[in-house]
């Protein structure tokens, strides 16, 4: 088994390492797709606010760049032991962002909720940092405490709490989704790592009432569970945003109206660049298109998935827990935004990775698959070196073979060795 200390020498010496072609393939397609996407949809939106019909463009491709260099020097410079030893400290700050919301003059207050810091050019959410940090942390837990998580209960209580803490104040802000997220994503984490599942059920079951509580304790989060439930009761008050939803995937049928047709998306459909561009992408391509999007979402989260299964297999559990938790973050994500809009879950505010149109979204989005590239990056180095190492075992069993087959073809005087004596006089 590969682990931490054979991974210096394999770096020095052994094979250079290879990002994952299906990993990159998946992510080009989203990106790529997603700047379409967000052109089509956000055209109507800028111009009706005056600001330039390509605003929303430019914006998403500058936070898309500054996000994607940022995941390039991640994914070709910084190694994960580096991420593990500053885990803690990164949990701490993000803390200290996630209450600097609550600071007048720095915490901005959008839609009634406190979720962004101002920086002046831009705002940022620091709840995207902190699904982050905390796969990053729970991760490096995961390595230092693996014993103590498969067998005991209390071995993983402590990554939970430091979940909860975080949902917690989440849960302040409001973000229930983001919340809700954090935590699944952390539960998923601890049961891939060989944490039992009793355990984790006994954590889970006191959160229960709570959460069916925070959901029932506000008129807002109590007017979305029953506008989801039936939107056509209220199509013009709590269920405006499904029923516009809902028209634009109906028009879509199989093949959609074309790209740029929307009609949902001029004034009707809230959020159609953001929340909803789901509906949008139903909308102008169609079934064929929403396909394409689920797909390109299921290579991702699939191979992340199968990377982190091999990294633990090739003993390197740091970058297989990260893969298991970044695919994790991406994919319930992606689930719970399609999920919105196709009207199978209530609305969460929560946007389509790398599709959606979005500031400190898109960034941290890169900046997570950067480190998801860096984490396949060291598994496929971790498998070359073991295939190395076997194939150099095996020429030396071949080569101890073929020289005692030699040997014992050789004649007995050959063979023999004579030693000569001191003193002996040979003629």
Known sequence: MLGFGSSQAVRKLGPKGRHDPWLLLAITGLVTFGIVMVASSSIA????????EFYYLKRHLIFLAAGGAMAVWIALRVELDKLEKYSGWLMLGTFALLLLVFIPH???RINGARRWINLGFSGFQPVELAKLTVVVYVASYLVRHRDAVETKFLGAVKPVVVAGFTAVLLLAQPDFGSAALIGVVTIGMLWLA???MRNL????????PLGAWLALSTDYRVKRLTSFLDPWKDPFDNGFQLTQALIAVGRGKWFGVGLGGSVQKLFYLPEAHTDFILAVIAEELGFVGVLFVLA???LLVGRGLQLGLRGVE???HRAGYVAFGISLMIGLQALVSVGVNLGVLPTKGLTLPLISSGGSSTLMTCVMLGVLVRAGYEIHRAEDARRMATRRSANSEVHAKESDRASAELPLAARTRIEPRFGEVHA
Do not use: K
């Open 45 to 52: 939106v800028a111009d009706g606010q005056h600001i330039g």
């Open 106 to 108: 720095i915490g901005m």
């Open 194 to 196: 060989g944490a039992r």
């Open 201 to 208: 059920v006994i954590m889970g079951l006191p959160l229960m």
């Open 296 to 298: 390109m979402f299921a």
């Open 314 to 316: 090739v003993g390197q």
